[in-house]
């Protein structure tokens, strides 16, 4: 997937007629927290500001839900093991 800029979420989400702050309510995310992220005042880093960076395509990531079991692997697909066999 290739990332964006802020300035492509914000034309993204012109097009769609919907502003930054209809999408973040929607998602369940603080309006302003959503704009400091698109202004570069927020690193992104971890929490909610990494939640919504990833959300938006601006980084690229995986968002933990469980940050108890942060560091355990993933489960492997079936796939993936049948095809070791």
Request: aromatic share 4%.
């Amino acid at each position: 997937m290739k990332l964006r800029t802020a300035d492509d979420v914000r034309a993204a989400l012109r097009a769609q007629g919907v502003s930054v702050t209809q999408w973040a309510v929607a998602n369940g995310f603080a309006p302003n927290l959503v704009f400091e992220i698109l202004a570069g005042k927020r690193q992104c880093i971890r929490g909610k500001s990494h939640a919504i960076a990833i959300k938006l395509g601006i980084k690229d990531g995986d968002i933990c839900t469980t940050p108890a079991r942060a560091l355990e692997r993933p489960a492997r697909r079936a796939s993936a093991v049948a095809a070791e066999v």
